[in-house]
């Protein structure tokens, strides 16, 4: 079994270390040249958002987080970031005057925020509810997970969920089991929510478990992320949507076509700016430049992360654990 979601990917032992000094011979660590690594997790989402102190506000307030660092660029844009401890959750970029969400076009259809446990989740969608800025949009007993969905000011969808544990999912043929069953919000809280968690829900820890995205086309989303990118299929058979993920994960990113067939390039417009991954080490980057070279695909190579655009432009940056606040507001 694979680490949990919430473990992230050890990080390299620092130069001086008992590790790094050892004179014992360090294995290479075997790659899979045409799939991600089981140790891949996801990074903080990138927004562009009209008005930065309403939506700064917003994700304060309804999931409990905290500015961690902000960045005045040439021009006047600014680049905020916020998370829960040192822990990045989203990066909030002001571009006042761009066009709003369309919910017809290629972007984000939500980003998923996982929690430990239950009281944790519990307590988060008890803030997110009470905020009247909230749209609620629904409830999903998913069979992997329990999740509550949320749409913030500016439009973009948001998840808050739970993994139930691994040795509870069904897999049939390489797919795993999922459904949407109706969760009552209200019995949920009553069973969960614990009056610590309740008061100081920002205390318990979190991070972005998956990012679900609205494409154009599903094959054409299939040959970039799973067949370029190096994500594994999870769900294929959806009608609509595709789910994939690295590692036995039930999805680290999802695509579907639900409210954007036959969407073209996204035009600049306020919503998601950037996906963010994360792998273990320079050998996972040099494996993706590969198949992205086989692809015939642009992409730009920055040393400890890797750039590419997915069909519709949406950016996707790959890069090294240990990403500071600084080089998250630098992209």
């Known amino acids: 079994m694979t680490a949990s979601p919430l473990t992230s990917p050890a990080s390299p032992s620092a130069p001086g270390t008992a590790a790094s000094s050892s004179t014992a011979p360090v294995a290479a660590r075997t790659v899979d040249e045409q799939h991600f690594t089981a140790d891949l997790a996801m990074d903080a989402v990138t927004l562009r958002v009209g008005d930065l102190e309403l939506m700064s506000s917003y994700y304060e307030n309804a999931l409990a987080l905290q500015p961690i660092e902000e960045q ?28 709003g969400v369309d919910p017809r076009q290629a972007g ?4 998923a925020f996982l929690f430990e446990d239950q009281a944790s989740l519990a307590g988060t969608v008890l803030r997110a509810a009470q ?10 007993d998913h069979l992997v997970s329990e999740a509550f969905y949320f749409t913030d000011p500016e439009g973009n969808g948001i ?8 040795d509870q999912w069904q897999w049939t ?46 094959e054409t989303a299939r040959r970039f992320y799973i067949d370029t990118l190096g994500f594994e299929t999870t769900v294929g058979s959806h009608p609509g949507a595709l789910f994939a993920a690295a590692g036995g994960y039930h999805h680290h990113v999802a695509m579907n076509t639900w409210n954007s ?3 073209g390039p996204r035009a600049a417009a306020l919503g998601l700016a950037d996906v963010a991954i994360t792998v273990p080490g320079r050998e996972d980057l040099d494996a993706l430049t590969a198949r992205l070279k086989k692809a015939g695909l642009s992409y730009a190579d920055e040393g400890r992360s890797v750039n590419v655009n997915d069909p ?20």
Request: proline letters at 8%.
């Open 159 to 166: 998840e808050l969920y739970w993994d139930r544990p691994r």
């Open 108 to 111: 984000l259809f939500h980003t």
């Open 312 to 331: 519709w432009g949406t950016p996707v940056t790959v890069s090294l654990p240990g990403t500071s606040t600084e080089e998250l507001l630098a992209r």
């Open 261 to 263: 067939r036959g969407a």
């Open 72 to 99: 005045a660029r040439v021009g006047g844009e600014v680049h905020r970031v916020l998370g829960r401890g040192n822990v990045p959750f989203v990066r909030l970029i002001a571009t006042p005057g761009l066009p």
């Open 131 to 140: 905020d009247p800025r909230s749209r609620f949009a629904g409830t999903g």
């Open 173 to 218: 043929n390489g797919e795993v089991a999922m459904d949407t069953l109706f969760i009552d919000p209200n019995a949920y809280l009553s069973q969960h929510l614990t009056e610590e968690v309740a008061s100081n829900p920002g205390m318990r820890p979190g991070i972005v478990g998956h990012v679900h995205l609205q494409v154009g086309d599903v």
